[in-house]
């Protein structure tokens, strides 16, 4: 996996105002047992993942901070990340959005699944 | 990802869909979980996706009114227990009696419901999440409230219903009147309990609970209390201790509505204050003992500004402060009035009576200066006294700015000699008063009494005793600044404009010449002939000067009229074409006088010093009778009466009267006091006059102010006539009376009479209609 959300650098310290800023780190895990790391504030662009790991409840995703994607495989969840990532970047910025790049990324063969997978998870 | 789908003709169905278990398991787990939550343990080892899988199954196969429905009866028995087996206990023992066991015990009900409210509402935010996919599709297609508006219905029906609502409504009104009543309370725990109140609506789109059951309660109660509240503290405060204790009323009332009732209670509750405690009292406070009048009496502003602030809260408020302080002045003024007229006529029964003549007017006449100048410093000081008060407490309210300039003006004008005495002490001011002061003490002396002179309605009145006075200092020269005189008549002029203070400024002009004319006279003279005597003349314009022109005559001794003739030839070689008359009455003369240990110089009037030459052909001892000075003078009767009185009678007795006695009689005779002596060198013998007018002099002044208006009004309607032709009667007479009001006040039935005037000798006609008038070019 070589895209910009997965990296193997950890940061070594989580302060409180990280955690407000949507700054720390969380892991989303898929089915097939692929793990990615991206920062809370691009998690919080899916309503069920971002209630998850709501630090303010206490379940174990929070606790743990990982989120298990137990429906979807690896190929979903990059893609779902990558949306989440687009969509985190381009929210606050004016102008146009280039939709197509995004698009042009996603196989036809898994659109369906994406689509299921984006609807779960209030995307 | 549409147009992707359209290009490629594969797609992978996704993988196999379909409960992998059974709806029914899902939903057992589902509700034991929901049912933790609600109970709020064993969450930490809770997964909140498999909770969220489990409700998305649920929705998605189909299930959605099981999950909605079955969540519901949870919540719903949830609640229902807490109410049993919290609430209920709580409820407070209602025979109670002792105020702080009820206070206790209301906190401790309003405590356990807030944190019922506050857990309920944590868990439902919580089931909002996990549910979070029923409440966008279930909820949507089933048209039913989501999850977080069915647990505040839950909440309404299971906590906030018969009998813990009336409780609870009861517990916030006692705990309110608590703290009212002065105690100590805890707010917060009301304060928790208004939220919930607040947040919850029974009605969709109706007002909350709060708005619907609780306000009005509040309301009625907080009525009840400030009603009896008004009652006992009218009863037994004064008006500074009372208005104190309203205001800190208001600002609690709006500090609680701060921290913990509601804001949109704020307005009501200030209404009701208002209502019981202001307006219900306005009269009552303002008018008590300790009210608006004794107040100002002792300057209390911080009181009246309380006062201030509270009225104008409600509207009826402004005009009770205006009533009340027009009838402080009304008071005041009038007191002021009785003084001054206390203080005259006092003295007039004591001089008739005892017969003791013309020296009693004389301290009679100081006596009324005094009082006039008493009653001038007297509104000045309650005009200084209001002012303060105004500036300072009534935060320069010009409603009130009015009020009080209607009051002055009222209670100067009762008072028919204002004008006389207010040119008095303008009058007193400039010869004596401003000795020593600094200009701008001047100018601030001055400007004080133009602001009573704005009060005058008569002030054309005023002008005629001013000139009279300005005549006199100017002659006598007893002013003491020039600059003092010329800004008041500045200030005159600027209240009145320019025809008001115009004969004023010619007397000025009059003196300025007439100085210019003794310096070239005295350079004149000078180049000829040498006289025995200096002379100073004054040339009077005769239209200016408010002196009578019948002038009393008398035959000057040769060594005067020589003097007199040199001026007069001077000046008709100035200036040709003119007449000029000698006002004897108004000059005076030093003279040294050969007394047997000292010679003295004295200061007597023109008058006095022909009768004093008189007695320098006369050898020592001699007599000169009434008749015969008369006879040498030709001075008239009252004339040579009043001046006779001056040299014989009055302190320096210059001249020994025959039999002696106070009064000049006209079978009297007069010998010269060679033996009179005094410590001081130059002495000044005043004429006997008085300075305030006596009745018969007020009436001649009177006399001649009306003839003066009556010129005024027929230039007026001329005027007007002139410009318009053709006016009705009524009209013309307002226009008149508007014209003429700056200057005083008009007489409907006197303009009336100037305009039969006008008709009779043809300036105007009347209309065959009777009631309009044509102007006749």
């Given at each position: 996996m070589d895209i910009d959300t997965q990296t193997e650098v950890e940061p070594h310290t989580t302060s409180q105002g990280d955690i407000e800023n949507g700054e720390d780190w969380v892991r989303l895990v898929s089915n097939d047992g692929f793990s990615f790391l991206v920062r809370r504030k691009v998690a919080n662009m899916s309503g069920t993942i971002g209630n998850s790991l709501d630090p303010s409840s206490s379940y174990a995703e929070s606790e743990t901070k990982t989120y298990h994607a137990t429906n979807d495989r690896g190929i979903i969840v990059q893609k779902l990340i990558e949306y989440m990532s687009f969509k985190?970047?381009?929210?606050?910025?004016?102008?146009?959005?280039?939709i197509n790049e995004l698009m042009e990324r996603i196989p036809p063969e898994i659109v369906l699944e994406v689509l299921l997978a984006a609807d779960y998870h209030e995307l | 990802m549409a147009t992707g789908v359209r290009r490629k003709s594969k797609i992978k169905p996704p993988k196999k869909y379909g409960p992998d278990v059974s709806i029914?398991?899902?939903?057992?787990?589902?509700?034991?979980?929901?049912?933790?939550?609600?109970?709020?343990?064993?969450?930490?080892?809770?997964?909140?996706?498999?909770?969220?899988?489990?409700?998305?199954?649920?929705?998605?196969?189909?299930?959605?009114?099981?999950?909605?429905?079955?969540?519901?009866?949870?919540?719903?028995?949830?609640?229902?227990?807490?109410?049993?087996s919290d609430v209920i206990p709580s409820f407070p023992a209602s025979a109670s009696g002792d105020p702080t066991t009820r206070n206790q015990e209301n906190e401790v009900l309003l405590k356990v419901v807030k944190r019922i409210w506050d857990d309920h509402t944590s868990n439902m935010s919580k089931l909002g999440q996990i549910l979070k996919y029923m409440d966008r599709y279930y909820t949507k297609s089933a048209e039913v409230p989501e999850t977080w508006e069915f647990g505040l219905d839950l909440f309404l029906k299971n906590i906030i219903r018969s009998p813990i609502k009336e409780h609870l409504i009861t517990a916030v009104l006692n705990q309110l009147e608590f703290e009212r009543e002065g105690y100590m309370i805890n707010r917060s725990a009301v304060k928790g309990c208004v939220e919930i109140f607040l947040s919850l609506f029974p009605s969709a789109g109706g007002p909350s609970v709060y708005k619907g059951e609780l306000e009005p309660a509040l309301l009625k109660e907080t009525e009840m209390f400030y009603r009896n509240l008004g009652q006992t503290l009218r009863d037994t405060c004064d008006a500074p201790e009372y208005l104190r204790r309203v205001e800190s009323r208001f600002m609690s009332e709006e500090e609680r509505t701060q921290h913990y009732l509601s804001r949109h209670s704020a307005s009501s509750l200030q209404q009701i204050l208002k209502e019981y405690l202001v307006t219900a009292h306005l009269e009552a406070t303002i008018s008590k003992e300790s009210g608006l009048d004794a107040m100002i009496d002792t300057n209390k502003v911080e009181d009246l500004t309380r006062l201030y602030k509270l009225?104008?809260?409600?509207?009826?408020?402004?005009?009770?402060i205006k009533q009340a302080l027009k009838k402080s002045i009304a008071r005041r003024g009038k007191d002021i009035n009785e003084a001054s007229s206390a203080i005259e006529s006092a003295d007039e029964p004591s001089e008739e009576p005892k017969e003791k003549g013309k020296i009693r007017v004389v301290t009679a006449g100081a006596q009324t200066l005094a009082s006039a100048l008493k009653w001038v410093q007297d509104v000045l000081d309650l005009k200084d006294k209001f002012d303060g008060v105004w500036k300072v407490a009534f935060e320069t309210d010009r409603e009130i700015e009015v009020t009080l300039n209607e009051a002055f003006s009222s209670f100067i004008n009762s008072n028919d000699k204002c004008a006389e005495y207010i040119s008095l002490f303008i009058?007193?001011?400039?010869?004596?008063?401003?000795?020593?002061?600094?200009?701008?003490?001047?100018?601030?002396?001055?400007?004080?009494?133009?602001?009573?002179?704005?009060?005058?309605?008569?002030?054309?009145?005023?002008?005629?005793?001013?000139?009279?006075?300005?005549?006199?200092?100017?002659?006598?020269?007893?002013?003491?600044?020039?600059?003092?005189?010329?800004?008041?008549?500045?200030?005159?002029?600027?209240?009145?404009?320019?025809?008001?203070?115009?004969?004023?400024?010619?007397?000025?002009?009059?003196?300025?010449?007439?100085?210019?004319?003794?310096?070239?006279?005295?350079?004149?003279?000078?180049?000829?002939?040498?006289?025995?005597?200096?002379?100073?003349?004054?040339?009077?314009?005769?239209?200016?000067?408010?002196?009578?022109?019948?002038?009393?005559?008398?035959?000057?001794?040769?060594?005067?009229?020589?003097?007199?003739?040199?001026?007069?030839?001077?000046?008709?070689?100035?200036?040709?074409?003119?007449?000029?008359?000698?006002?004897?009455?108004?000059?005076?003369?030093?003279?040294?006088v050969m007394f047997k240990n000292r010679k003295h110089d004295l200061n007597v009037s023109t008058f006095a010093l022909v009768i004093l030459l008189l007695f320098e052909d006369v050898e020592e001892g001699g007599f000169l009778t009434y008749e015969e000075i008369k006879q040498a003078t030709s001075i008239e009767d009252s004339e040579l009466q009043r001046h006779l009185q001056s040299l014989a009678c009055a302190k320096y007795k210059v001249l020994k009267k025959h039999p002696p006695g106070r009064d000049v009689s006209t079978s009297d005779s007069f010998s010269f006091n060679s033996g009179f002596t005094s410590n001081l060198q130059k002495i000044k013998i005043g004429t006997v006059s008085s300075k305030v007018e006596t009745g018969e002099?007020?009436?001649?002044?009177?006399?001649?102010?009306?003839?003066?208006?009556?010129?005024?009004?027929?230039?007026?309607?001329?005027?007007?006539?002139?410009?318009?032709?053709?006016?009705?009667?009524?009209?013309?007479?307002?226009?008149?009376?508007?014209l003429l009001s700056t200057r005083f006040k008009p007489n409907p039935m006197k303009i009336k009479q100037r305009i039969e005037g006008l008709i009779e000798r043809e300036y105007l006609e009347r209309c065959e209609d009777r009631k309009s008038y044509n102007y006749l070019a």
């Open positions: 985190a970047h381009y929210s606050k910025a004016k102008g146009d959005v280039p | 029914d398991e899902t939903w057992s787990e589902l509700s034991t979980n929901i049912r933790e939550i609600l109970n709020r343990d064993n969450v930490t080892n809770m997964s909140f996706e498999v909770n969220h899988r489990h409700a998305y199954n649920m929705v998605l196969f189909k299930a959605g009114d099981r999950l909605y429905n079955g969540t519901k009866q949870i919540v719903a028995g949830r609640l229902q227990e807490l109410a049993q009225y104008t809260l409600v509207p009826k408020g402004l005009d009770c009058d007193d001011n400039l010869k004596r008063g401003l000795k020593g002061k600094s200009d701008a003490d001047i100018d601030l002396a001055l400007d004080k009494t133009i602001i009573i002179f704005r009060y005058l309605a008569e002030q054309d009145v005023f002008e005629r005793y001013y000139k009279t006075h300005l005549a006199k200092r100017l002659i006598n020269g007893r002013s003491v600044s020039d600059d003092a005189e010329r800004g008041m008549l500045a200030k005159l002029k600027v209240e009145c404009g320019y025809q008001y203070t115009q004969k004023l400024e010619g007397m000025f002009n009059d003196m300025k010449i007439s100085a210019d004319h003794m310096e070239d006279y005295k350079k004149h003279i000078a180049s000829s002939i040498t006289l025995p005597i200096e002379v100073s003349v004054i040339v009077m314009t005769s239209t200016f000067w408010p002196m009578s022109h019948s002038a009393a005559t008398c035959t000057l001794p040769e060594v005067m009229l020589k003097a007199t003739k040199s001026f007069e030839q001077f000046y008709m070689k100035k200036h040709t074409g003119r007449r000029l008359t000698w006002q004897l009455t108004l000059g005076s003369a030093d003279v040294r002099e007020r009436k001649e002044t009177r006399d001649r102010i009306d003839e003066e208006r009556r010129h005024q009004t027929e230039a007026c309607i001329v005027r007007i006539m002139k410009d318009r032709k053709h006016m009705t009667h009524n009209d013309l007479v307002n226009e008149v009376t508007r």
